[in-house]
């Protein structure tokens, strides 16, 4: 079993930054990836990215792509959500994941949830 604890979060006007952070513990050395995911009122999950913990190769939809960077610290086992040049439309509940399964574009396979955290970006 992996736990997902995850830090950040809050309030951001528009064009500002936030990190989030989500640091596992348990069994990590079966992780193949970390994301993170969103949720907007009244909007379906929405992937927003993953890093490989092997390597830090990243992937990241294109809603956020050149705004958003992820980032692991494989001795802290935690990794980085760094969100710059927030918009709006980026409020929304994030949640971090992990999961076994290989393959960072995929979405539908994450085991492991984070509690998830309020951003806000105002205007």
């Known amino acids: 079993q992996v736990q997902l604890v995850q830090i950040g979060g809050g309030l951001v006007q528009a064009g500002g930054s936030l990190r989030l952070s989500c640091a596992a513990s348990?069994?990590?050395?079966?992780?193949?990836?970390m994301g993170w995911f969103r949720q907007a009122p009244g909007k379906g999950r929405e992937f927003v990215g993953a890093?490989?913990?092997?390597?830090?190769?990243?992937y990241y939809v294109n809603s956020v792509k050149g705004r958003f960077t992820i980032s692991r610290d494989t001795a802290k086992n935690t990794v980085y959500l760094n969100m710059n040049a927030t918009k709006i439309e980026d409020t929304a509940i994030y949640y971090c994941?992990?999961?076994?399964?290989?393959?960072?574009?995929?979405?539908?396979?994450?085991?492991?949830w984070g509690q998830g955290t309020q951003v806000t970006v105002s205007s």
């Open positions: 348990g069994r990590t050395s079966d992780l193949y990836a």
């Open positions: 994941a992990a999961k076994r399964a290989i393959g960072l574009r995929f979405e539908d396979d994450y085991d492991y």
């Open positions: 890093v490989a913990m092997s390597g830090g190769t990243t």
